[in-house]
């Protein structure tokens, strides 16, 4: 009875066995089925998970290798920062310098007596200098004294002593050492505190300068002070009256700086002469005294001249020399300088002295 239990466990064993093997050994030899796999985000479907394989009972387990650390990535490179788009550079092209205008010399007058050896000629200048601004932006005094040169008796106007936009220059001194002129009194319209000082008139001489006066014109409330240059010059044993001014911009009050004038000018002597910036035309209404033919009485000395204003474009004679007729009866020249030496061209007259020495 024993024998035929045994007998039956061992068949039941072995076929057992048998049934088993040929399964797990098919199951080795077989790839394993893949996963389904779970959608993914909008709708792209998931990286399959494999299976794990059962293990095979007796088998060695596979030892797995850690998983190695992912290398820090290295950061992108910054796209640079979008800006505001930067133009071309153009090159720089040079601005056209104005033609300094060809001096147009006006009829020359017929002395009464020709000049002779004995009886020299003098030079009456008058210049708005603009501070020795230049039609090409710089300042140059030496441009101005170049200008200047042939002149005997000079009056400025809007000549500058310490003053920034001027390099902070005692113009009346370095005019007066680069003309070589020996006399001069300056006359300033503004004195100021501070670094910028002094601005007015000038007046150079080659001859001496008796006595100069610093004469303040009439002016409207809240505009720029004028004043006016009354000297008594010594040429060559005659006194000459000399009368440098700048007008006002208002007509009104260039009506009373001329009335002013004239009634210094009726103690100034027979020889006269009235020269500078009128900020008028010979013909305007306000200078009617100056051509009235009651005295003090005046001649316009570039009667029908070339224009002085502004210099790149002359267009208005507004820069004049105003003679006595004692002194305008001996002029044998006059006319206008061409020169870029500011935004006025200066005006000239040529006398012979009246009378003998």
Known sequence: MQRGLWAVILLAGTLLYATALPGILLHGLLPASPAVAAP?????????????????????????????????????????????????????????????PQAQEPPAVTPREPASASRPTVRVMAFNIRHGLGLDGQVSLERVAQAIAQGDIVFLSEVDRFWLRSGLRDQPAVLQELTGLPYAHFAPALDLPGPSRQYGNLLLSRYPILQAKTVPLPRRQGSEARVMIEARINVHGQV???????????????????????????????????????????????????????????????????PTYPAWEPAAR????????????????????????????????????????
Do not use: C, M
Not at 47 to 74: C, D, I, K, N, S
Not at 336 to 345: E, G, Y
């Open 318 to 357: 507004i820069d004049q020399i105003w003679l006595s007729p004692g002194l305008a009866g001996q002029q044998v020249a006059g006319g206008v300088a061409p020169t870029q030496a500011s935004d006025h061209l200066p005006v000239w007259v040529e006398l012979v002295l009246p009378g003998g020495l």
């Open 40 to 100: 993914g985000p909008a709708g792209e479907p998931a990286p399959a998970q494999p299976t794990p394989a059962r293990p095979v009972p007796g088998a060695p387990v596979p030892v797995q290798p850690a998983p190695a650390e992912p290398a820090p990535e290295e950061p992108a490179p910054t796209p640079p920062a979008a800006g505001p788009a930067v133009p071309k550079t153009l090159e720089p092209q040079p601005l056209p310098q104005p033609e300094p």
């Open 240 to 306: 000459w009256t000399v009368y440098g001014v700048h007008l006002g911009l208002d007509q009104q009050e260039r009506r009373q700086q001329v009335e002013a004038i004239q009634a210094r000018a009726a103690l100034g002597g027979p020889y006269r002469i009235l020269l500078g910036d009128f900020n008028a035309l010979p013909e305007a209404p306000e200078l009617e005294p100056l051509r009235a033919p009651g005295p003090p009485a005046w001649i316009d000395g570039l009667a029908d001249g070339p």
